[in-house]
């Protein structure tokens, strides 16, 4: 029997955080009192034209180059014309025919396996008003109309919906890596289209596809594909015709809703945008801008391996962007990475999720916390006291030395200071000498606990043990 | 006396300089000629109260420049904060904006005094000013002819002297056309040398705002003031600024003229051929060369003109839904019919016949056919005007077919409406800067225009030719004291 093959392609919308809108000054953000970042062009008043926010161009730029994209060096805008209350001109700008990128790709890693999939496009184009509707009355809130929004469109090279979530997950990763947006699912910054169809396994032939518009998470969108490849199978197989048509998923009851029929012949009567000249990317710019974009998790991870960092704490780091950005920070200065890693990854990475804080957001800074690392690797102070002092220096970055000097934190690592602290030790049991010379192995346990209670712990212990073995073997009773 | 506003400006602004007059004094007179010529109706809303504060207020400020106080009339589609604005439409009749257009900004810097917003054919839609949703404007020279559009109000406000300076826009000879046939002179400048910011868009991409006025030097010194690079406006040209009066009265010796044979066809009325051939000879007595020459597809600019503009007009006037501002229709049920109701109310019928065709002409498949193919036609048109300007310092020719025409009930007429055009659309398409000035009168007594088109940015070139044949012709052209 034919197997059917679910063919997958997934559209997305990214809110870029420029700090204007694409083709207006008023102010780009979200969460604020409606229609009050707005102006007389966000509104579609008569006379008003869009100017170019260069700083959306060049996140465009970004965008296609890490998806690996050709880039339009000769690009215009296009109008896309259709009558809705939330598109104040009653036609979008956006770029139809001469996307900023296309024709990229992206890698995924789908249980260590390597799948490449296909980029068809990345264009720009402006955001629409946000619709409230209550009873009968529909309000409209300006604040999001010409939000700049890059559009994301994959070729239909997803199989399942493992794929489609790892998918989703790396673009967020690299997306959040570039700083070109917050792609907060859950606040709309990042929003997800995905068509689905199904073929017999030995057919080149698409079958009809299904759309799911706006699912709100990554594993919504995975519920959502398993839930139209289970129901298209179903009609398939009962010979009923699958036809095009808008759905969306609804979370309460894990399933796929009709919304509407797709209409045949959807006229945008897409025209150039006389309003905007052709905008010309000479290479000098291209090379600046993509100069800018940071180093991207997958090579930040193969280096970590390198630096002799383990998997999982190279994974932990990549996964925490600011976590992973403040440890590049370090690997410009002398220290081991691995004890920085580990405890980046262990007590930094507890301190934030305890106190939900971003570490940008601490007073702690690369150089104070690169000469902790170095004082815990050179045994100058022991992991315990690290994490005291950790705490101490994310809270009120404090310098770490005069921190130590102000605590009286440093460990006693001078010898003859050791050595006399042993002697006052022994002078104080010296029934503990002779249970020692007579073979008591586990005086010495006894007497390495009374050292680190008048030093509180602040010896270097390794050192300590050895001038105590020392000195015991010393007395000649 | 002489009334003020048959003055010059140069001798107004003498006269403001010696305390002869104040401010008050011409803003005054120029409701009182208002008043007068009411039934020309060339206004669709007055700035009365407005202007004469700020007339008051400039008793108190120096005179800093020649158009201090100056009165100056806006095309009804040209955007004033808290002055109404209606582009002569039902739709924004009751629209009072929030903001000033780039152009106003420029005029109220040189403390010029908005007398009113001038009547227009609706949205600019037509070369008669008969669209308009407030009613015809009456021909100065004879009431019972058309003024000309769009700019119909702002052409009559000048030749009836009312006022001495107005502006215009100009999509397919909306300048031109009413300054031709009202005996008054209007350019329409480069594409992208006046700011289109707060100019109510009809087609982006052929939209110009221009001077209009009573003779060249007078034309010149309004460009001054409204031209310049504009960071709104993405179109807008970063030219550096220029005194556009300064080639006016050079020598014109050295000048290759053409005359696109199409421009002196059979076409065109034989009085203004007439005209024409009068001023080719004032041309060549001057020791200017005239060389007749063709342009290619200068005769499609009708087809172009209505696949082009009104495809981007139909876009362009998507935004007037009764949502944000403007009329919104009383009943409705749904969110469809309101636009459906909003738009079938508030807009006229020549406009609504318009955005039907345009929208048509981007529909699917028609983009290719129609607004693509004509894009290209566009770009070859412009490709030989830039080849004429390789030889030559200007183009000359008529402005239009024939003289005014009498008012009509009849004026769905929509293929003359556009053939009114046909010799204006070339430099809306191309976007070379273009003059129409007065060059003569027909035998009852109607005025003649003829337009000068020079390369990108060489507005100064035609006002150095323009003035040397208006010196030449010396003609009375203030209808109130020609005797018929």
């Known amino acids: 029997m034919v197997e059917l093959e679910p063919v997958i392609g997934i559209e997305i919308h990214v809110e870029l955080n420029t700090k204007s809108k694409v083709f207006s000054s008023s102010e780009n953000g979200y969460g604020f009192r409606p229609n009050t970042k707005i102006n007389v062009i966000d509104l579609g008043y008569p006379g008003t034209l869009p100017t170019v926010n260069k700083e959306v161009i060049n996140a465009g730029i970004k965008i296609a180059h890490i998806l690996n994209c050709q880039i339009n060096k000769l690009m215009h805008f296009d109008r896309k014309n259709y009558f809705y209350p939330d598109n104040s001109k009653n036609y979008q700008i ?57 559009e994301i469109v994959t070729k239909p090279d997803i199989s399942n919906a493992k794929e489609a979530m790892i998918y989703i997950e790396t673009l967020r990763r690299l ?52 839930y139209e490849i289970a129901r298209q199978k179903e009609l398939i197989l009962n010979n009923i015709i699958i036809k095009e048509e808008t759905r ?141 002092l950790l705490n101490e220096i994310i809270d009120k970055g404090m310098n770490i030395e005069e921190l130590i000097k102000f605590s009286n934190k440093k460990i006693i690592n001078d010898k003859d200071e050791i050595i006399s602290i042993i002697n006052t030790v022994l002078n104080n049991n ?48 | 006396m002489n009334k003020l506003m048959d003055l010059t400006i140069i ?218 690079h504009d960071v709104n406006d993405a179109t807008s040209s970063n030219k550096e600024c220029e005194d556009f009066t300064r080639l006016i009265g050079h020598d014109i010796s050295n000048f290759k003229i053409a005359i696109p044979n199409y421009y002196m066809s059979t076409i065109i009325d034989e009085e203004i051929r007439g005209k024409m051939l009068n001023v080719i000879k004032i041309i060549e007595n001057k020791g200017g060369t005239i060389v007749y020459v063709d342009i290619d597809y200068i005769d499609y600019s009708v087809p172009l003109y209505q696949i082009i503009a009104l495809g981007e007009a139909s876009s362009n006037l998507a935004r007037f839904d009764g949502i944000r501002y403007g009329y919104q229709a009383k009943q409705y049920i749904s969110i469809d019919e309101m636009y459906e109701k909003t738009r079938s109310e508030g807009f006229g019928e020549e406009v609504k016949r318009r955005l039907m065709i345009g929208a048509y002409v ?52 929509e293929l003359k409406s556009f053939f009114d055009d046909i010799l204006t659309i070339p430099s809306n398409m191309s976007g070379n800067p273009t003059i129409s000035m007065p060059i003569g009168f027909n035998k009852n007594n109607l005025p003649i225009g003829m337009q000068i088109t020079a390369n990108y940015f060489e507005e100064a070139k035609i006002y150095q030719l323009a003035s040397l044949i208006e010196s030449e012709l010396n003609l009375e052209l203030n209808p109130n004291k020609k005797e018929v």
């Open chain 1, 248 to 388: 969306r998923f609804d979370e309460k009851n894990n399933a796929t809703i009709l919304m509407r029929l797709k209409e045949k012949g959807n006229d945008y009567r897409y025209f150039p945008e006389p309003d905007i000249p052709l905008i010309e990317l000479d290479d000098n710019w291209i090379k600046d801008i993509i100069n800018t974009i940071p180093r991207l998790p997958s090579d930040r991870y193969s280096n970590y391996i390198k630096l002799g960092i383990n998997e999982v704490v190279a994974n932990k780091l990549i996964q925490n962007k600011e976590l992973c950005d403040f440890f590049e920070e370090l690997l410009s200065l002398e220290i081991n990475y691995i004890t920085a890693a580990n405890i980046l990854t262990t007590d930094v990475a507890g301190y934030l999720n305890k106190n939900n804080i971003n570490i940008r957001k601490t007073r702690l800074e690369a150089n104070n916390f690169g000469r902790m690392i170095d004082l815990l690797d050179k045994n100058e102070i022991s992991s315990k006291m690290a994490k005291e």
């Open chain 1, 175 to 226: 997306l959040l890596y570039i700083d070109v947006s917050d792609v907060k699912m859950e606040e709309g910054s990042m929003r997800c289209d995905v068509n689905i169809s199904l073929k017999p396994n030995n057919s080149n032939v698409l079958g009809t596809k299904v759309e799911v518009k706006n699912i709100g998470s990554i594993s919504n969108v995975g519920q959502s594909i398993n």
């Open chain 1, 94 to 150: 956006t770029q139809s025919r001469t996307p900023i990128g296309y024709n990229g790709y992206i890698d995924i890693n789908v249980d260590n396996n390597i799948k490449r999939i296909g980029i068809s496009r990345v264009h720009i184009e402006e955001d629409t008003a946000k619709s409230m509707h209550l009873n009968t009355k529909t309000l409209l809130d300006f604040n999001r109309a010409g939000i700049p929004l890059i």
């Open chain 2, 362 to 413: 981007l529909s699917g498949e028609n983009a290719n056919h129609y607004y693509n193919k004509a894009l290209k036609i566009r770009n070859a048109m412009k490709k030989s005007f830039d080849s004429i300007f390789e030889n030559y310092d200007l183009i000359i020719g008529p402005t239009t077919t024939s003289v005014a025409y009498e008012l009509s009930s009849e004026y769905n007429d």
């Open chain 2, 11 to 228: 001798e107004i602004n003498n006269k403001l300089k010696n305390k002869e007059i104040k401010p008050i004094d011409l803003v005054l007179e120029v409701f009182d000629n208002i008043e007068k010529n009411k039934e020309l109706n060339c206004f669709i809303s007055l700035n009365k109260e407005e202007a004469i504060i700020k007339a008051r207020q400039l008793e108190h400020v120096e005179v800093d420049n020649i158009l201090f106080a100056l009165p100056i009339v806006i095309k009804d589609n040209i955007i004033t904060a808290n002055l109404r604005t209606t582009a002569a439409s039902k739709i924004l009749d009751n629209f009072i904006p929030i903001y000033d257009a780039a152009v106003i900004k420029k005029i109220k810097a040189k403390n010029m005094i908005i007398i009113g917003k001038a009547n227009m054919d609706e949205f600019a839609m037509g070369s008669s000013n008969q669209t308009s949703y407030y009613g015809s404007v009456l021909n100065p020279w004879n009431k019972k002819l058309v003024s000309g559009g769009s700019s119909g109000g702002s052409a009559v406000a000048i030749s009836a002297r009312i006022a001495p300076l107005a502006l215009g826009t100009d999509t397919g000879g909306s300048i031109r056309q009413p300054s031709a046939f009202t005996g008054i002179v209007g350019l329409k400048p480069t594409y992208g040398r006046v700011s289109r910011y707060g100019l109510i868009a009809f087609a982006s991409s052929l939209d110009h705002i221009g001077p209009m006025t009573r003779n060249v030097f007078e034309n010149a010194l309004l460009l001054n003031v409204i031209s310049g």
């Open chain 1, 430 to 477: 010296k029934e503990s000498i002779v249970a020692y010379k007579s073979g008591k192995d586990n005086v010495l346990k006894h007497l390495m606990g009374e050292v680190m209670k008048i030093t509180k712990g602040q010896i270097n212990p390794i050192l300590a043990n050895e001038l105590l073995l020392k000195q015991l073997n010393s007395f000649e009773y």
